[in-house]
C-alpha cells in the first residue's frame, strides 16, 4: 500500500513537506495512529516531530480522523499541530 504523508506548521519546519511511504508485511500500519507511531521510528527527527506527546491532530484524505481511521491505497494522511498560523 502507497500512501502520501505530508507534514504542516511546526512539524514541517522539523521534517519537510512531506513523504510517500510504501507500508508492506503483515506489521505495516493499518490506521492513522499506526501509521504516526511507525514515522517515529523512522529517525529521531521523525520521533521528535511526531511524538503522541505533541498533541498532533491528523487528517486522512484532506478531512480530520481520528487515529483508529483505516489507511487504503493511496491515501493522503496530514500531521499538524492543534493550533496552526496562517
Do not use: I, N
Not at 8 to 17: I, T
Amino acid at each position: 500500500m502507497k500512501v502520501q504523508v505530508r507534514y504542516f506548521a511546526s512539524v514541517r519546519e522539523k521534517l519537510g513537506a512531506g513523504e510517500a511511504v510504501t507500508l508492506e508485511g503483515s506489521e505495516a500500519p493499518r490506521t492513522v495512529g499506526q501509521l504516526q507511531q511507525w514515522l517515529t521510528g523512522l529517525s529521531p527527527v521523525h520521533e521528535a516531530a511526531l511524538a503522541e506527546s505533541r498533541g498532533l491532530r491528523t487528517a486522512l484524505d484532506q478531512a480530520l480522523c481520528m487515529a483508529d481511521e483505516a489507511l487504503h491505497d493511496g491515501a493522503e494522511v496530514a500531521f499538524f499541530p492543534p493550533v496552526t498560523g496562517g
